[in-house]
């Protein structure tokens, strides 16, 4: 073999030129993206939503970021008008929802009643106590 002699590189495949080479380009579809959305809205978390997407959740972050961005928003918004629907409406649903709208969005709050714990007539209650010493205790006092 001549030291001189220039290794032999086989010609490059058309596919393998230049922007090529590797994976092709992830592209969400509506119905993945309408996917993503609802599971994000539900709070199932991202690593779930990648592996029922079938990605990396870096991929997911990646191209679904405004799905995942906004869509607790959304679900939160709705929840919000369906509960603002049924506190003014009628019926028995009504009042739950009236009364747990006024504690969350208007600082509502139950009264507190008081309570006094008292004895007979109103006196203060009689109690007793019973002071036990062990040995130790009694020895410490008798060399006092």
Known sequence: MNPKAEPIIPPIKPEMQKGKVGRKPY??????????E???????????IA???GCDPKTLRKYYREELDT?????????AQSLFQKAIGSGSQSV??????MKTRAGWRETPTAVEVSGP???AIPMEFTIVLDNASA???DSI
């Open 27 to 36: 592209k969400p579809t509506q119905a993945q993206r309408a996917q993503v």
């Open 38 to 48: 609802s599971m994000a809205a539900y709070g199932v978390p991202e690593h779930a």
């Open 121 to 123: 007539n109103g006196e």
């Open 51 to 53: 592996l029922v997407i």
């Open 139 to 141: 020895a410490i006092d």
């Open 71 to 79: 869509a607790h928003i959304k679900a939160t918004s709705q929840v």
């Open 96 to 101: 739950t929802a009236a009364i747990f709208w």
